[in-house]
């Protein structure tokens, strides 16, 4: 295939997977009680997390920043944060522990009841994030799994699981994007009018 040719394929594809998402009304349904629960957690003075890895840990790193500073609106910050930004934190556990339980550890000690941990992994079995959802289960802390379609095993730990119509990782990664971002602009209209 030449160039021109893997272009128009991919953003097909990329459009393909769109069109799946946007005729899911299951999914969406799911996607507006994320938007809520994060709304409640935000009225609550709960915090927000975000983990993931790879493309889907600068994902998470990105949509904890539309919370923490702005997406259309001029507005008080809603407090959000990425896990995985302290990286004296970061390596100091994967090196005296292992690279699974970095987010379980500061979850455990960071999160509370009420709080969010919201977790990309376009497989849902990245084990970090596995672990991490399995003390928000033991702690009290609500749950929402990015995943591709299969939902991996995060599927059983997720309170609400945004498996995307897609098993191809850069469209899955594309779709959680554009679904974070849905959800950002829901949580400061529900909030902020």
């Known amino acids: 295939m030449d160039s021109k040719g893997k272009i128009a394929s991919r ?13 899911d009304s299951r999914l969406q349904e799911m996607i507006r009680l994320a938007a809520e629960a994060i709304a ?3 009225r609550r003075d709960g915090k927000v997390f975000f983990c993931g890895n790879g493309g ?3 994902d998470a790193q990105h949509l904890a920043a539309e919370f923490s500073g702005r997406f259309y ?3 008080p910050v809603l407090p959000a944060e990425a896990l995985h930004c302290n990286t004296s934190y970061l390596t100091a556990v994967a090196n005296d522990y ?3 339980i970095i987010y379980a550890r500061l979850i455990g000690g960071a999160g509370k009841k009420g709080d ?3 977790g990309l992994s376009t497989s849902g079995n990245s084990a970090n994030i596995v672990k991490a959802f399995e003390v928000c289960r033991e702690k009290g802390i ?11 095993k995060m599927k059983d ?23 974070g971002h849905i959800i950002c602009e829901m949580v400061e209209a529900e909030i902020f009018g």
């Open 11 to 23: 953003i097909e594809e990329h459009i393909n997977a769109f069109v799946k998402l946007q005729n």
């Open 40 to 42: 409640i957690c935000f």
């Open 56 to 58: 889907s840990a600068a």
């Open 73 to 75: 609106i001029d507005r």
């Open 98 to 100: 292992s690279f699974d």
């Open 116 to 118: 969010v941990l919201v």
């Open 142 to 152: 609500r749950t929402i799994g990015f995943t591709g379609e299969n939902g991996g």
């Open 157 to 179: 730990l997720s309170d609400w699981l945004i498996n995307v119509p897609s098993t191809d990782t850069p469209r899955i990664q594309e779709m959680h994007i554009t679904v």
